[in-house]
């Protein structure tokens, strides 16, 4: 009944990703339906981790932290949790080889409790490889089936992705961000309000990553294609948005891509996709 227990496990995890967020949730249902379940599981594990250092403020999050990390690596080593979330990622990191990009990842969560400002560009790169890239690197891994020599061709495209994706998340989430945790994640907004100068500096650097990031998309396994796509077209959208805000809206509102936006950008990626563009 082993197998009945995992089946549940990844069920979780998938009931996490559509719950906090639609726009990687429609992208992995255009997902070869044999890569789901690890898309799933890798994205259960890091949003339980996220929310524990963005989101439990009222609670004694160090513990918390220290305790999902040291529950982890015993079902790492027992290959079985009663925690769903922790038994279904276990599963996957065995079965691609994640421990070196989780044990980044865990750094980078634990950076959040103890470092709020990042004025280096060296320690900025560092957070966002741990936080964002290494995602990237771990669902590669599922993309290309282990394929060592299709994974090291596409990992740089990975982690543009990844910090593409992640510098957005930063730019929208800049009013929380700096009200409710007192994090400042971009070492050239050193004093506020943020000048459009500024502004202008931080899309120019996401807008670099995204288009070289697009370069790997077009290279990937069918299987997963269209499904990075569609969330790369998601995020850009975002960016677009952000781009067209004034940088006092930004510190003041958080900017959103309405679901029927989404839609919208669903089908026109696919129509992209099925002429062959993409």
Known sequence: MKALFDNT????SQLITKS???????????FKPSIRPAI???YGFVRYAD??????????????????????YKALERKI????????????????????????????MRRDLSQTIYISQQDYEAYIYGSADVVGLMCLRVFVN???????????YAMKLGSAFQKVNFLRDLKDDLE??????????TTLPMSPETKQEIINDIEADFEQALVGIKKLPIESKMGVYLAYKYYLKLLNKLKATT??????????????TKILILMRAYTKYSLRLV
Do not use: W
């Open 180 to 189: 409710n945790l007192d994090r400042s994640y971009f070492p050239n907004l």
């Open 81 to 108: 949790s009663l925690n769903p979330i922790l038994n279904a990622f276990q599963e996957v990191v065995h079965r691609y080889d994640l421990q070196p990009f989780v044990k980044d990842f865990l750094k980078s």
């Open 20 to 30: 906090y967020s639609t726009s990687f949730s429609m992208g992995i249902l255009l």
């Open 51 to 72: 929310e524990i250092v963005d989101t439990f403020l009222e609670f004694p999050q160090q513990e918390l932290l220290d305790e999902f990390e040291a529950d982890y």
């Open 40 to 42: 799933y599981a890798i």
């Open 146 to 156: 282990n394929n060592e020599e299709k994974f090291r061709e596409l990992k740089p």
């Open 247 to 260: 940088s006092e809206e930004i510190m003041n509102q958080r900017i959103r891509v309405s679901n029927s």
């Open 9 to 12: 496990s990844y069920q979780c």
